[in-house]
């Protein structure tokens, strides 16, 4: 797997507005995967979107993935509180089972 | 769903001593597991794949006397802290995944290190 990197690292919004992070990665894939990780807590999975998927949906979570430009991006709509965490993606190009390699994630912290 | 649990969730040590972190899928079985280790604000870094009845895959740069892998069952991973110092006080967190073509990864809750 290879290391994708998030942008921005930090992301601050209300309560009910929409919030986009992006991942940009450097070589071909099979998939890429989004992960939460609340504070002191483990990663908790979101969605996987394959390589000949463009858009992803899950409850209020849509992913987009772009082959061409080799990014990704995971909205989040009508953001809560407790959507609060830092959100990691995971480009992955080997085999299923292979370890995912992180990077800095995006924290996004939403106010009440 | 996949549940990995960890324990335990919080531990702290005396420098020079050893801690164990065990790592346990509680509804699946995980020939591979792997560990990482998170410090402040930083993010996850990969330490070792842990494979069922065979020797655990270091990275580069991680001491595998000093970090000691058993993963003797397929639904348990251990990892040895030996002889622990102040630097090794960290987050370790565990994963494992349900094999196959499956992707996804299943995270524990994480295991507070902290060496006085």
């Known amino acids: 797997s290879q290391q994708g990197e998030e942008d921005p690292q930090a992301l601050s919004i209300q309560e009910g507005e929409n919030a986009t992070m992006n991942c940009s990665y450097k070589t071909s894939i099979n998939n890429l995967q989004w992960y939460r990780q609340n504070s002191g807590r483990g990663l908790v999975h979101l969605i996987l979107i394959r390589s000949n998927e463009r858009e992803k949906h899950s409850g209020r979570l849509r992913v987009t993935l772009d082959t061409s430009k080799k990014s990704s991006s995971l909205l989040i709509t009508a953001s809560r509180a407790a959507d609060t965490a830092s959100y990691f993606c995971?480009?992955?190009?080997?085999?299923?089972?292979?370890?995912?390699?992180f990077g800095k994630g995006t924290t996004l912290s939403v106010s009440s | 769903g996949a549940v990995v649990s960890q324990h335990p969730s919080r531990v702290i040590c005396k420098s020079g001593t050893s801690v164990k972190i065990e790592c346990r899928s509680l509804d699946f079985q995980a020939t591979t597991m792997f560990w990482y280790r998170q410090f402040p604000k930083q993010s996850l870094m990969l330490m070792a794949t842990s494979n069922e009845g065979s020797k655990a895959t270091y990275e580069q740069g991680v001491e595998k006397d000093k970090f000691l892998i058993n993963h003797a069952s397929l639904t348990l991973s251990t990892l040895t802290v030996t002889s622990a110092h102040p630097e090794d006080s960290s987050f370790y967190i565990c994963s494992a995944t349900l094999g196959g073509s499956s992707y996804e990864q299943y995270f524990g809750p994480g295991t507070r290190l902290t060496v006085t």
């Open positions: 995971a480009p992955t190009s080997n085999q299923a089972g292979t370890a995912l390699i």
